[in-house]
């Protein structure tokens, strides 16, 4: 199939693609700028825009059979002086099903949108919180956009943990250096904890979705429930540390509390639905290899 990743210079949205690319489908990444030399991205097809500047019409979209929509905004992509709520509304409620009714006008036959566990793993968090409202809106308008021979299915993920070859990462980075005593901040986690998933299963549940995702259907995916401690605690392990880290009821500089909507010392636990695991077909119990990557990438 010829698929286009929207948002595939980034790092879920690339991940996907090289994963797509690699079980034979001619895949076509997007951004606002091209994939970073020294990567496998640069060997993909692709096409430059910004889909919350109305880039992506029907007429630049016509001749994909799917799509991959990886580049929901969240707080990170808020640029510098626009307003919170004014811009996510914008980029998730507005923007993006656009592109969703452009991909169906352009004679796109399935798309997924990839969006955020919060609104199906803690439904209490909608209210109040604007980013996880916009998430919601992302997922139930895009979904919207489906008609018949235009299938549209969301894949919603929780704390997602990876590298793609070649790509930096800000978040990872740091993790293995603080890892390796390379950073000055106090060797203890947050308390709390939450869902954890690896690229690589997420990859995997992305193809399920496109070959026999259930239209309209929102699917809630996820790996391991771990506490934030144990979680940081794969990275020391990884680079041979011996670092035995405590848990604290305090700040992590590599993990603000505004990163945890559910509030610092607070867990969001589940399991994704097992007849939807099977079917979209991703493995389970890969985040201390994805960890173990990522320490070899950036190590």
């Known amino acids: 199939m010829?698929?286009?990743?929207?948002?595939?210079?980034?790092?879920?949205?690339?991940?996907?693609?090289?994963?797509?690319a690699a079980q034979?489908?001619?895949?076509?990444?997007?951004?606002?700028?091209?994939a970073p030399t020294g990567t496998p991205l640069t060997g993909l097809g692709f096409l430059k825009g910004d889909y919350v500047a109305g880039d992506f019409t029907a007429d630049r979209l016509a001749g994909f059979d799917?799509?991959?929509?990886?580049?929901?905004?969240?707080?990170?992509?808020?640029?510098?002086?626009?307003?919170?709520?004014?811009?996510?509304?914008?980029?998730?409620h507005e923007a993006l099903p656009a592109v969703f009714a452009a991909a169906r006008e352009a004679g796109v036959q399935r798309a997924v949108q990839l969006g955020s566990f919060y609104p199906q793993a803690a439904p209490e968090l909608i209210a109040g919180n604007v980013y996880i409202q916009s998430r919601l809106a992302a997922c139930q308008l895009a979904r919207d956009e489906g008609r018949e021979g235009f299938d549209v299915v969301s894949v919603n993920a929780p704390?997602?943990?990876?590298?793609?070859?070649?790509?930096?990462?800000?978040?990872?980075?740091?993790?293995?250096?603080?890892?390796?005593?390379q950073i000055p901040i106090p060797f203890f986690a947050p308390t709390g904890g939450t869902n954890f998933m690896s690229f690589r299963s997420l990859s995997e549940a992305i193809e399920g979705a496109l070959l026999r995702g259930e239209p309209g259907k929102a699917y809630l995916v996820g790996d391991e429930n771990l506490t934030f401690r144990e979680y940081f605690q794969l990275f020391f392990d990884a680079v041979g540390s011996d670092v035995d880290l405590e848990e604290?009821?305090?700040?992590?500089?590599?993990?603000?509390?505004?990163?945890?909507?559910?509030?610092?010392?607070?867990?969001?636990?589940?399991?994704?639905?097992?007849?939807?695991?099977?079917?979209l077909g991703y493995r389970r119990g890969d985040v201390a290899a994805a960890v173990a990557e990522i320490v070899a990438q950036y190590g």
């Open 24 to 34: 034979g489908h001619e895949v076509t990444i997007t951004g606002r700028s091209a």
């Open 248 to 279: 604290r009821d305090e700040e992590l500089p590599l993990l603000p509390d505004v990163a945890i909507p559910q509030g610092r010392g607070n867990t969001i636990s589940y399991e994704p639905d097992a007849g939807e695991t099977a079917l």
């Open 2 to 20: 010829k698929v286009l990743v929207i948002g595939g210079t980034g790092a879920l949205g690339g991940h996907a693609a090289l994963h797509l």
């Open 66 to 92: 799917w799509m991959v929509f990886a580049a929901g905004n969240d707080p990170r992509h808020v640029p510098q002086g626009e307003d919170f709520a004014a811009w996510l509304k914008k980029a998730n």
């Open 159 to 181: 704390f997602m943990v990876g590298a793609v070859p070649g790509l930096p990462s800000a978040i990872f980075e740091p993790y293995v250096a603080w890892a390796k005593g």
